[in-house]
T-cell receptor, first 116, second 117 residues
Framework: QKEVEQNSGPLSVPEGAIASLNCTYSDRGSQSFFWYRQYSGKSPELIMFIYSNGDKEDGRFTAQLNKASQYVSLLIRDSQPSDSATYLCAVKATNAGGTSYGKLTFGQGTILTVHP | NAGVTQTPKFQVLKTGQSMTLQCAQDMNHNSMYWYRQDPGMGLRLIYYSASEGTTDKGEVPNGYNVSRLNKREFSLRLESAAPSQTSVYFC????????????????FGNGTRLTVT
């Protein structure tokens, strides 16, 4: 089992719809969770991070975390063609001493296509 | 403010050749990382440096070496390139946080596209 798993897609949604991207992780001790967006041929860029159970909203983006079920999701409301990209879920490992060094484990990414 | 700068952007090597990928950051970050990205595999950590003077292996270190030259610079060396090392390589940096801190996003460079024939 991979440490961080995502459905590779592609996920295709019409413009204006809600896109729902999901991610599961295996390390129950994980503390911080990130969503990165990567346009084709470009480097990943951070969209959101979340570390508390529940929802976190930022504009059209909402991250949802459920530590008991070990999943994190990203909702994109009013999807636009410019949202078409690969979305990477990343989970930050915490060593036994509890100190975070920022080392992330990434899922394989979900390709999102928003069609007009 | 350049952020994370990688050189070169593109490189073609023949099997057995060596090369060094350069990375520098100007954000005063303590931690630096090298990832490779392959289709369907996501980003995989090769090596990282939690702070100046330290380096550690990541998920896929075989065939690579690294040097944390100073706080700004972290290089990745391929001593004898193999076709399996054909990939896109990303350098990244983050602020090292002590115990009790929570989030430390990665800042990525623009990547190096390496082909080994």
């Amino acid at each position: 089992q991979k440490e961080v798993e995502q459905n590779s897609g592609p996920l295709s949604v019409p413009e204006g719809a809600i896109a729902s991207l999901n991610c599961t992780y295996s390390d129950r001790g994980s503390q911080s969770f990130f969503w990165y967006r990567q346009y084709s041929g470009k480097s990943p860029e951070l969209i959101m991070f979340i570390y508390s159970n529940g929802d976190k909203e930022d504009g059209r983006f909402t991250a949802q975390l459920n530590k008991a079920s070990q999943y994190v999701s990203l909702l994109i409301r009013d999807s636009q063609p410019s949202d078409s990209a690969t979305y990477l879920c990343a989970v930050k490992a915490t060593n036994a001493g509890g100190t975070s060094y920022g080392k992330l484990t990434f899922g394989q990414g979900t390709i999102l296509t928003v069609h007009p | 403010n350049a952020g994370v700068t990688q050189t070169p952007k593109f490189q073609v090597l023949k099997t057995g050749q060596s090369m060094t990928l350069q990375c520098a950051q100007d954000m005063n970050h303590n931690s630096m990382y090298w990832y490779r990205q392959d289709p369907g595999m996501g980003l995989r950590l090769i090596y990282y440096s939690a702070s100046e003077g330290t380096t550690d292996k990541g998920e896929v270190p075989n065939g690579y070496n690294v040097s944390r030259l100073n706080k700004r610079e972290f290089s990745l060396r391929l001593e004898s390139a193999a076709p399996s090392q054909t990939s896109v390589y990303f350098c990244a940096s983050s602020v090292r946080r002590g115990q009790g801190a929570s989030n430390s996003p990665l800042h990525f460079g623009n990547g190096t596209r390496l082909t080994v024939t």
